[in-house]
């Protein structure tokens, strides 16, 4: 079965920095792209950054490029997001998704939580 799991949410100040991971089984991870994907309170879920395991090709939304860094380990079947500078928006439950060979992310992982306070 295909599957993600996402962790390393928590609580921390403004300035900080958290490393979200998402492991990844289930499927041959080198073909795929894993994206991070988060939901503010009361707000729509946004895209925030993607990795292409095939080509190394990455994406960043403006508003984390330069303080959020996206990588992966293909021997660990890992995603990372490593988030520096956190900001009180940066808030929300963040969730790691596979786009599908067909377009649209096909497979979810549960949220982690990231909270952080001004």
């Known amino acids: 079965d295909v599957q993600l799991q996402a962790s390393g949410g928590g609580l921390v100040q403004a300035g900080g920095s958290l490393r979200l991971s998402c492991a990844a089984s289930?499927?041959?991870?080198?073909?795929?792209?894993i994206a991070w994907i988060r939901q503010a309170p009361g707000k729509a879920r946004e895209e925030i950054s993607c990795?292409?395991?095939?080509?190394?090709?990455?994406h960043y939304v403006d508003s984390v490029k330069g303080r959020f860094t996206i990588s992966s380990d293909n021997a660990k079947n890992t995603v990372y997001l490593q988030m520096n500078s956190l900001k009180p928006e940066d808030t929300a439950l963040y969730y790691c998704?596979?786009?599908?060979?067909?377009?649209?992310?096909?497979?979810w992982g549960k949220g982690t939580l990231v909270t952080v306070s001004s």
């Open positions: 289930g499927f041959s991870f080198d073909d795929y792209t």
């Open positions: 990795i292409s395991n095939r080509d190394g090709t990455i």
């Open positions: 998704a596979r786009w599908g060979s067909y377009g649209g992310m096909d497979y």
